[in-house]
């Protein structure tokens, strides 16, 4: 699937933003989805990820804060990120992996990104 995410922007510390991530096909099956987020020099970080069966996990940096979600009839996953702060800066990535029954034919895919900037 193509992955297209949106939804970033420049926000004061302590503002919120939702993200959200539209998948050109159809993510209800067997379909993992996740947020990574990267700044310049560093590696991507996985922020938050989201099974087919909505088992949730976030990074430490962001429990508490973040929330993703996902609407199948929508084939959109979601990022609400509360209480940011200028560290949470960075592009965002969406990333959608669908699983096969071995897991050497899963196949990933990955959005373009979409910069949130947080300001102190």
């Known amino acids: 699937v193509q992955l297209q995410a949106s939804g970033g922007g420049l926000v004061q510390a302590g503002g919120s933003l939702r993200l959200s991530c539209a998948a050109s096909g159809d993510i209800s099956s067997r379909t993992d989805m996740a947020w990574y987020r990267q700044t310049p020099g560093k590696q991507r970080e996985l922020v938050a990820t989201i099974t087919s069966d909505r088992s949730t996990n976030y990074a430490n940096s962001v429990v508490g804060r973040f929330s993703i979600s996902r609407d199948n009839s929508k084939n959109t996953v979601y990022l609400q990120m509360n209480s940011l702060k200028p560290e949470d800066t960075a592009v965002y990535y969406c990333?959608?992996?669908?699983?096969?029954?071995?897991?050497?034919?899963?196949?990933?895919?990955w959005g373009q990104g979409t910069l949130v900037t947080v300001s102190s």
């Open positions: 990333y959608a992996v669908r699983r096969a029954l071995s897991p050497k034919y899963d196949r990933e895919s």
